[in-house]
Structure formats: C-alpha cells, structure tokens
C-alpha cells in the first residue's frame, strides 16, 4: 500500500503542483482511505520530503568509474535520466518554485535533498583530487554549480534540443573548467 | 495606470504565482477595475508574457566591453542581479514551473523571452570569434548553458552563499570552458 500511495502522490504532484496538491486527491487516486496516509505521514509537507528525497537520494549521484571523466560523465547521465523523466520533469521545478514562497518547504528539502546531494558530488571532486587529476584548490562550491547547473538549464528550463554527443562534450568543457 | 498596474502584477505574481493569479486581485491592489486590464490586455497569459518580456528583454544581456572576459563579467553580473531582485526571485522559477503544466505559456515565454536573450548571448560568443579570442568551432549551445544555468542553479536553485569574487572565478572558469 505505500507503494502504490507513493505512486499516486508523484502522480498527483506532477499533475496539480505542491500547492494545489491535495491528500484526499492522492488517497483516492491509490484506492486507500485518507487514514492510511495520515498513519504514515503528518501533513503534506513530511510526505512530500520524506518520498521526494527518498527518490532523489536513492540515485547514487557519484559512482566511482576510476577517472574524473568517467566519475562526471555519470553524474551528468544520472541528472540527465532524471530530467527526461516526464514526472520529474514537472515535480522538481514545481518543488523548486514553491520553496520560494514555503519556506519551510525549501528548509527540509535543502536539509534532506540538496546538502545529501552536495555532498556525494563533492565526494566525486575529492576523488579527483586524491587520483591527482585536480588541483587541491579546485573551486569546489563553483564545480558543484558546473556538474548540475547546465543540464538543469537545459533540460528543465529552456529545453532546447540536444544532440547524442551533448554529456561527452559537456564532460570535455567542464573538466577544462574544474581546472582553470 | 499601466505602470501601476504593471507594478501590482509583478507583487500578485510573486506573491501567488501565475496559477492562483487573479487579475481582481491585480486591479485591487492597482486601484484600478478590471477593465482597465482587459482594455489593455486579452488575458492571464496575454499580460504575462507581455509584462515578463518587457522585462526580460530590456535588460541588454551582452553589453559589447572589448574583450571575453569583460562580457562574460557583464553578462553574470546583469544574470545575478536580476536573480537576486526578490520578486524576479520568486516570479521565474514559478513561471519555469507553470510552462510544465501549461504549453500554452511555456511557448509564449520561449518564443518572447527565451529565444531573444539566448540570440544575444549568441552575439557575446560571435563578438569573441570574430576578435581571435575563441575558436569558431566553439560549442555555442552548451557554452549558453554554460552562461545561465551554474548562476540560476546557485541563485535560483540551491540558494547556497556567494563568496565576493563568485563571478570573478565563474568567468575565469566558463572561459577555460568555451576553450576546451
């Protein structure tokens, strides 16, 4: 049952948007009683934080390949794959969006999201450092920026269209970039 | 009057983003009746896109400064001070959002915002082609990822603190890039 109630809260939240998400909406949706959603969860907001980061840290966001190139080459797949993911697609900027006017919304995902993912990615630049294949001055705060900032422009806000070699060439100007 | 009506969409959208705007609410807070709006425009997305775009496409977006490096500088700068004006703070990401769930705005947005600033940017890249300063075989479409997305992720996205030479580096960095 919390499998199919979480099925049917990203279904709901890619269709109605966090603001206009309802419980009872989701509830009906998975065929359950609101009961067994509020034996789970407290309010709209713990739902929403306890399943997105579920998802979102759950994607391993660095994998070790032995190189920088090959360790951002993944990311950059796995943020990609995320972004073509038609509910992730409308859930992610819609959570975005609405942090801005919740900002207990934007607390709990940055603590339980963001500061995760940040730090698996920095992860990823000190592996490069120790392999010798980045200076230990490399700007990690603007790295961070570099591995997740152009895709999401991309594929999340301009969507404009790509061609097969975009995460190989992306790959080349970001490590020219770590190492300016 | 279009002044202060334009000045009371800007507060009512960021304030309760584009899907639970009410032009009432707009005419209110402008001291105005609705019809003055409608004399002046045909809907929500209508004054939308006419508005946003005033906006957005007024900033120059790629002042002309000698070198590469003084545009870029230019261009991250005007990108960073339009991101940190708290209504423009909240109002982008919400209608980056709403074109999600409704196409209708996404591509009149692309057609009125997206497409102008991003042949601008393009022009910033040419200038520096045509001087020596990059290749001509430069990758124009990720180097205009390059440009926007790591300042809207950190601005915009994660909302991570700036240190003072920030845009100093990022240029530094997005040179090495476009380069590579």
Chains 1, 2 share one sequence.
Do not use: C
């Not at 975005?96 to 934007?106: F, K, M, Q, V």
């Not at 709990?108 to 993912?117: H, I, N, Q, Y």
């Not at 120790?130 to 603007?142: K, M, N, S, T």
């Amino acid at each position: 049952m919390t499998e199919a109630i979480a099925a049917a809260f990203f279904e709901e939240l890619a269709a109605a948007g966090y603001a206009r998400l309802s419980l009872e909406a989701v509830a009906k949706r998975a065929g359950a009683g609101k009961a067994a959603i509020y034996r789970r969860w407290t309010s709209k907001l713990d739902m929403t934080v306890d399943l997105v980061s579920a998802v979102a840290v759950n994607a391993s966001g660095a994998a070790d390949t032995g190189t920088l190139r090959g360790d951002v080459l993944a990311f950059l797949t796995e943020v990609a794959d995320a972004l073509n993911e038609p509910l992730a697609a409308r859930i992610i900027p819609d959570l975005i969006a609405e942090g801005g006017r919740t900002p207990e919304l934007a607390e709990a995902l940055f603590a339980a999201v963001r500061d995760t993912r940040r730090s698996r990615a920095t992860q990823l630049l000190e592996r490069a450092v120790a392999r010798g294949e980045l200076p230990a001055d490399v700007d990690r705060e603007i790295a961070l920026d570099l591995l997740a900032g152009p895709l999401y422009w991309r594929l999340a806000v301009v969507h404009t269209p790509t061609a097969p070699d975009h995460l190989d060439r992306l790959t080349d100007m970001l490590l020219a970039a770590f190492r300016a």
